[in-house]
């Protein structure tokens, strides 16, 4: 958890300040972009904007059309009416490196600093990046680093989003980092005293979060492609239906489920299996890598839009014979108003509204 706390500070250096005004979270994912205003210094919610994408605008984090996704930023920019005035945004995880490393003591952090990027270009074979690093261990010639680097290129995508829209960005962060402070939060406030691991499954990929005694200890995650079983459901049931003119495909999918006009037993099979494959990847790796071993009585949490197809939770929970709940539950007592199918989704732009505001 050291490493995480580090990194944090080392994240608030490379971008834009650790010291930020309360911004609005926008979280640019693959099938919506969701924007979220906190009340201040809460995670109450005071407004939110959740807009459907067209399919391969975004994928894995690659924004295809800069314009495109500007204009829906700042069409729902507009109608959200903000009163604050920037906003707090997340390059995706393969956008970044972290790195341990081992260098001789300097006299001055300039001599680190050109040690570093010297064996960065060397190693990366190429300067053009972004660098911050902290000092974790400290030895008699010599000392470990740890070190995060950030593509420029992605950084200078997100950011011409935002300067397209003419919107100001207060703060840059990668999103699993602001998940996981996120819900070190949640779990510290309400003393949440079991193993848990968090499950985000979304279109392009599912992710899984472990925690020990309130704190983020492990994260993992795999690729997956939802869009290929959903279009082929949509097609078998709905032969006259042009995938072209569905955006939300996932609203759209629900809305046929619940009209009885598909069976979803195929696609939450194949969603549960993943999860399974993934829980299995991370009990392993948490037991060789961290030397933590999960009880038989853990809990894990769903988010993102998947999971509340149905089936998920329930199937996942015989498969792993754990308890499964909705992440939405840590947070819906100060957000009554607001449907578990749209906070489920808010999760990572709320974590991105964090910044600025005094939380715990």
């Known amino acids: 958890m050291k490493h995480i706390i580090k990194l944090f500070q ?11 005004p309360p911004c609005v979270g926008v979280d640019i994912g693959s099938a919506s972009i969701k ?15 959740i807009k459907a994408v067209a399919k391969n605008l975004v994928v894995h984090g690659v924004i295809n059309n800069i314009e495109q996704v500007s204009e829906i930023i700042l069409s729902q920019w507009q109608l959200l009416n903000s009163k604050y005035t920037q ?5 995706p995880y393969n956008a970044v490196i972290i790195k341990d ?20 270009i060397q190693e990366l074979d190429t300067d053009d990046i972004d660098f911050d690093y902290v000092i974790t261990q400290e030895h008699l010639n010599e000392q470990n680093i740890l070190v995060i680097v950030a593509k420029k290129e992605k950084i200078e995508e997100y950011e011409a989003v935002a300067q397209i829209a003419d919107i100001s ?4 962060d990668v999103e699993p980092f602001a998940i996981q402070y996120l819900f070190d939060k949640l779990l510290n406030r309400q003393q949440f005293s079991k193993q848990m691991i968090l499950v985000d499954i979304g279109l392009p990929r599912i992710r899984a979060y472990a925690f020990e005694k309130q704190r983020h200890v492990y994260f993992n995650e795999i690729n997956v492609d939802y869009y290929s079983y959903i279009e082929n459901a949509i097609l078998n049931s709905a032969k006259d239906v042009a995938l072209k003119d569905i955006i939300d495909i996932n609203n759209f999918l629900v809305d046929l489920i619940n009209q009885n006009k598909i069976n979803p037993n195929e696609l939450t099979d194949v969603i549960v299996a993943d999860v399974n494959k993934l829980l299995q990847l991370v009990k392993s790796n948490l037991l060789v890598e961290k030397k933590i071993s999960l009880s038989t009585d853990y809990d894990i949490y769903l988010m993102g839009g998947n999971s509340l197809i149905p089936g998920v939770l329930r199937k996942i929970s015989n498969l792993q014979h754990v308890k499964v709940y909705y992440a939405d539950e840590f947070i819906s007592t100060l957000n009554k108003n607001i449907a578990r199918s749209d906070l489920i989704r808010l999760i990572p732009a709320m974590s991105l509204a964090m910044w600025g505001q005094q939380i715990g």
């Open 10 to 20: 080392i994240l608030k250096k490379v971008f834009l300040g650790y010291e930020t």
């Open 101 to 120: 490393m081992v260098t001789p003591k300097f006299k001055t952090k300039y001599e680190l600093d050109n040690f570093v990027l010297k064996q960065l």
């Open 169 to 172: 960005i207060s703060a840059i």
């Open 35 to 49: 924007m979220v205003e906190l009340c201040k210094d809460s995670l109450k919610i005071s407004s939110y904007s």
């Open 87 to 91: 906003i707090a945004i997340a390059i």
